[in-house]
């Protein structure tokens, strides 16, 4: 008996001082997120990249100087604060201290130069993040903990570009030692999570890590599964082997069945996303801008977004969203007017009956039922619509460009800058791929001037004009801002939906 | 003896002259079907507008760039010899999408993929066996009608469709099964039952209709004759003479099966080279796009050798021959 008891106490001891062991690492971070995203980026090196579904994984490895949260508000990031000198030509920035790389190596004024010298030089020449650091000469060490950003020409945007993909700081040390090829599959940041293992086309490995300057996060595993079809993702959000389901993969007619589902919910938030159908201003009847007004208010947009899209998406009154910098609140879109729409065509000589074409991406099923009920309103007014799918690739690579669209053509957007100049100037600057129609040299002019502003303020101003100036004109059919969708198990709290696709996970927790 | 010996000689030579043949015929689909889609995908879209879309603006500069990057700056049959001197080193090159080395995605993608079609196969020929003897020896009778009826419903489901179904049944509703990806045993059923299931409809039929002739042979009604049991005349003596066709049939279904299995891979998000190749052709991925239809034509070429084969050792005639 009496042996019997110390037995139990022997065991009560060992099992106590074994919870005391673990007891304070699971209580800092313990479960679990497996998260569904539908593309693999194919490399981590933030040079190789521009698609969001490489941010959504790589935010959580790497820091830019600046970092941009989920309000999209710009704040310090390895960089502490920020001086902009000699007219925007110059930016000194003071670094955190005391940071270190996933792999031991210290962040500091070396690692800035490294990854800025590496981006605008020849390793970066081959990807696609070059051309938005184009703005920068060279960046200069001053010392240990100090750089200054030498400016070819002032860039308004470049405090929020260093949060960028391209803006990522990445460990000279490693790279130099490992080879670039390595770093792509192997990435080293300062983030809150450290790489663990890459298997491409099926997931991404991460571990917290306990160092990370921000906090350590508070779950201790992230695994990225890569899915692209919609059904199969959502199924292993049902199956309970994924917690997340991240944009773009869930189409809105999906929303019911995550609903109806009583373990899981569908969390939305203004996406950078906007649609237009974009006009055909050199030929045809779209020439004329009264006609363009009248195909505008001839379609009654916002019971649209409220039938097909389930009331996820916001009307636009220009081809921006609210996140975007240059949005204008007091800008009203073109009312639906059917009456009015009919007078315009009548005042421009266009007879009932007349015919347009619209151009679309083939695979997008929501926005073909949305050019459907479009063209159905049309032809409440006397325009004849035709749809022409093409395959996505044709449309953006051939069609577009080469000025071989109908009337009017799908655009959808989603600059990640969430800057109205990235838009504007890609749709409206005369020569640019995506404008084979227009050319306007009073736009050309405030596309240019806005440029040379650093003067937040102003520059926002000419922004807001740009954006009505293209409304005057009647340069598209502007319909709605859409929300980014997120398919989330219940087992997952405080997740805040990201509009921009930069999610961070130090904050989540898993039941 | 001597005889014997030159005889083996001679047919030795033989399968020697049989296989050179076989490869030159090799080398010339390989080609013809590279150079077609190399060509072809060349004429739809521009890898590096591709590369950069959503990249804002991004001046012509940029994309003379990144062509050049991606090698694409040299002329068509200059890039086409690259990818062909490439197929001798086994080194397929970068993919565009990220740089990883296309000979490691295809290493990863092949055995998926090969695994899949395989237990595809044996699923479809383990139902379709017993199936289509049971179907020829009760002819016209109800089972018959039964299994052609499921034979036909089978055929008419479209494979996503099935697939769907499937997941929703035995992987939401019913909890047993894992939806999506490959990771263990569990992970191959529900994939290999789709695929299986709409092969079976086919095979069905052809074991039956092979079946209804062999039991037509006097050898059988020999066999029956000699008082041997029902089923050591239908699996030793019927099933054994149903081979050739029958194995013929299955391997070239494997090669049409490495074809089809794209929207299966997809649906199930198996890493296969279906997989491979969707992802490939939306992000005009040329180097990842020309290895794997490279892998896919060398297969169903060889698979179409090793049927040959085959009928050499279940068919003591061919052997001789």
Partial sequence: MIKMKRGLQTAFAAVALASAAFLPVSAMAAGKLT??????????????????????????????????????????????????????????????????????????????????????????????QQSNYNSIASVEVIDANTVDFKMKVADPVILTKLAGYGGMIVPPKYIQEKGDAYFNAHPVGTGAFKFVSYEPKVNIVLAANPDYFGGAPKISDLEYKFIAEPATAVAELQAGRVDLVIPPTIPIGMIPTIQGDSKLAVVTSPGPTVYALRFNTRDGI?????????????????????????????PIASFQGPLSFGFDKAMKPLPYDPAKAQALLKEAGVAPGAAVQIDLRGNEATFIEVAQAISAYLQAIGITATIKPYETNVLLNDIIPNGKTGAMFQQSWGGWT?????????????????????SDPKMDELLARQRTITDVAEREKVLQEIAQYAADRALEMPLYNLNAIFGISKRVKNFTPVPDSRLKFTDVTVE | MEGGGSHENKGTRDLAAFLIKRLAQAIFVVIAVTLTVAFAIRLTGDPALMLTQGAGSVTEADLVRIREGLGLNEPFFVQYLHFLKGIVTLDFGRSFLGGTPVSLLIGKALPATLALAFTSLIVS?????????????????????????????????????????????????????PPSGMDGIASFILPAVTMGIILTATNVRLVRTTMLETLRSQYIMVARAKGLSENTVLYKHALRNCAIPLITYFGLQFGGLLGGIVVVERVFNWPGLGTLAFDAVGARDYPVLQAVITVLSLMIIGINLIVDIAYGLVDPRVRTE
């Fill in chain 1, 286 to 314: 779209t020439k004329d801008p009264k006609v363009r007004q009248a195909l505008i208010m001839g379609v009654d947009r916002d019971a649209i977004i409220k039938s097909i899209l389930g009331g996820q998406a916001e």
């Fill in chain 2, 125 to 177: 020929i383990v139902i379709s066996i017993p199936l289509g003897i049971k179907a020829a020896t009760a002819r016209g009778k109800w089972a018959d009608q039964m299994i052609r009826i499921l034979s036909l419903v089978g055929l008419s489901f479209p494979n996503f469709w099935l697939a769907t179904m499937l997941v929703l049944l035995f992987a939401i509703a019913l909890p047993l099964l």
């Fill in chain 1, 35 to 128: 998260v569904s995203s539908p593309q693999d980026p194919g490399s981590w090196d933030p040079i190789d990249t521009f698609l969001v579904n490489w941010a959504s994984v790589a935010t959580n490895i790497f820091d830019g100087l600046t970092y941009r949260g989920p309000d999209l508000k710009l704040v310090p990031g390895l960089a502490t604060s920020w001086d902009v000198l000699d007219n925007g030509m110059r930016i000194r920035f003071k670094l955190r201290e005391g940071v270190k790389f996933h792999n031991g190596e210290d962040f500091n004024a070396e690692a800035v130069k490294f990854t800025f010298d590496r981006l605008l030089g020849a390793e970066g020449a081959k990807g696609p």
């Fill in chain 1, 418 to 438: 969430l800057d109205y100049d990235n838009t504007a100037v890609a749709m409206y600057h005369t020569g640019e791929k995506w404008n084979p129609y227009d």
